[in-house]
């Protein structure tokens, strides 16, 4: 599957802004999806991840300002960001996999399969 992450751009401080993966192929419904993050200097980080089922899970820090969520008629998943904050400035990337535990859906070491990145810019 190859995936293309778009939605990116500079919104001020407390904004909104919505992040698209879009996937090939006709089995998307099968992937679980995974958002990370990777700030200037910083380790790519766990942002939200959704399973086949539907079912739903973040960072601790983003519950509640981010929620993310997939339209399989589209083969797209959405990250929806609200709130936004100086420091949710990152390149943001889309990422999926066939089989992924849940114990494992936090880790980006189990997603075989990236889109490019979109970039996040957050002004104060």
């Known amino acids: 599957v190859q995936l293309q992450a778009s939605g990116g751009g500079l919104v001020q401080a407390g904004g909104s802004l919505r992040l698209s993966c879009a996937a090939s192929?006709?089995?998307?419904?099968?992937?679980?999806v995974g958002w990370f993050r990777q700030a200037p200097g910083k380790e790519r980080e766990f942002v939200a991840a959704?399973?086949?089922?539907?079912?739903?899970y973040y960072a601790d820090s983003k519950k509640g300002r981010f929620t993310i969520s997939r339209d399989n008629a589209k083969n797209t998943v959405y990250l929806q960001m609200n709130s936004l904050k100086q420091e949710d400035t990152a390149v943001y990337y889309c990422?999926?996999?066939?089989?992924?535990?849940?114990?494992?859906?936090?880790?980006?070491?189990?997603?075989?399969?990236w889109g490019q990145g979109t970039l996040v810019t957050v002004s104060s």
């Open positions: 990422a999926a996999d066939l089989s992924i535990i849940l114990s494992s859906l936090t880790s980006s070491q189990y997603y075989g399969y």
């Open positions: 959704i399973r086949q089922s539907g079912a739903t």
């Open positions: 192929g006709r089995t998307f419904s099968r992937y679980a």
